[in-house]
């Protein structure tokens, strides 16, 4: 294993930010390749724990030769969100500086070719700049994964929808509980940056067949235990062993994936129409009825009908919820996958 330390000039005098990249050199031409990040928006760490449990695995197959193909890994991918603190509260999710998402507008090339992204020096603010960075560590792998979380959900696959059914192996290897397939365009995400050169550039299907490029959502952003950093490192060395980059005959096969899979248009936000406490009467992975109570919100406490109940507009499986227990009138509650496409759906990114 290599370790290699990644520096971006800060925008700023005096700033700059590092993070590590770990490589395993494959043993097997033409073996599949493998690139895995983790907390992207940088207060997402189940990703980050998984990866730390994952490592001991990669090493032991590394002294025993059996690492197929190249990896590279990225345990935390985004030092300058990891800094972000704004009255003792943890920013992660913008740079601050920007404005702008660090998992949007990332660059899309016609090509996968790194020499088509900007010069390190390149004049961009940092957070593009971080970008550029990841992007260029990234390609050329087969296999490219971004670890995040939800606020709370189950664990869930995004896809693009022209590498699904393919990838359903993948999903059954991890351990996933339901897939979202999606279509461009999703403002630049990187999942998006991934596989765009390979779509603009007419790639075979028998090539996108061999592409895995997917956006892991690890559950929730408190779901950071021994427990599920211990399954996601085993799901994602399943993975990495059933598309042939890591060789262990004691791994078997996975079977086919049985969760929900449904595209991103079946996906319905349900909103609160009043600001105040949130009380859940459900929980991810939950499969609720059309009409049945799904949360109750006080925004007059004490007051007979100071609370407003909210109900399912149809039947579905319960992806996500809110984290925090305080909401804003029009404030996504609950994301529902149901049977049909919903009228309301928006395209582009699951969240904002
Ligand atoms: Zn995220």
């Not at 999710?93 to 899309?108: C, D, I, Q, S």
């Not at 991934?194 to 956006?215: D, F, G, N, Q």
């Not at 890591?246 to 929900?260: H, L, Q, W």
């Not at 109570?293 to 007979?304: F, N, P």
Request: proline share 6%.
């Amino acid at each position: 294993m290599e370790k290699n330390i990644e520096t971006i000039a800060g925008d700023t005098e005096g700033v700059s930010y590092t993070f590590p990249v770990y490589r395993f050199a494959g043993i097997a031409a033409g073996a599949p390749s493998a690139y895995l990040q983790a907390a992207l928006h940088a207060g997402e760490l189940p990703g980050t724990v998984a990866i730390h449990t994952l490592m001991p695995k990669l090493r032991a197959a590394e002294a025993q030769g059996r690492i197929r193909g190249n990896i590279t890994i990225v345990p935390a991918a985004n030092p300058i969100g990891r800094a972000q603190y704004l009255f003792a509260d943890h920013q992660g999710r913008y740079h601050l500086g920007t404005r702008v998402n660090f998992n949007r507008e990332f660059p899309k090339l016609e090509t996968p070719d790194p020499a088509l992204l900007p010069a390190d020096d390149a004049l961009a603010t940092v957070d593009r700049q971080l970008k550029v960075r990841l992007l260029k560590l990234s390609l050329g792998h087969d296999i490219v994964l971004d670890l995040h979380c939800d606020d709370e959900g189950v664990p869930y696959l995004c896809v693009p929808a022209e590498l699904w059914p393919a990838m359903s192996d993948c999903a059954a290897a991890f351990g996933v509980e339901a897939v979202i397939i999606w279509k461009a365009p999703s403002n630049g995400e990187f999942e998006e940056a991934s596989i765009h050169p390979y779509l603009a550039s007419k790639a075979s299907a028998e090539h996108l067949a061999r592409r895995v490029i997917a956006t892991f959502e690890l559950r929730g952003m408190l779901d950071v235990h021994y427990g599920y950093a211990e399954k996601d490192a085993a799901g994602l060395y399943r993975l990495l062993v059933a598309r042939g980059v890591i060789e262990d005959r004691t791994v078997k096969p996975s079977g086919a994936f049985k969760g929900v899979a449904a595209p991103i248009g079946h996906v319905e936000s349900v909103k609160t129409p009043k600001g105040g406490a949130l009380l859940y009467d459900i929980k991810p992975g939950d499969r609720i009825a059309g009409g049945q109570r799904i949360a109750t919100v006080v925004y007059l406490a004490g007051e007979d009908g100071g609370a407003v109940e909210i109900f399912a507009p149809r039947a579905g499986y319960v992806l996500t919820r809110r984290a925090r227990r305080i909401v804003r009138a029009n404030e996504d509650i609950v994301k529902l996958v149901g049977e049909r496409p919903d009228a309301n759906a928006k395209s582009g990114p699951l969240k904002e």
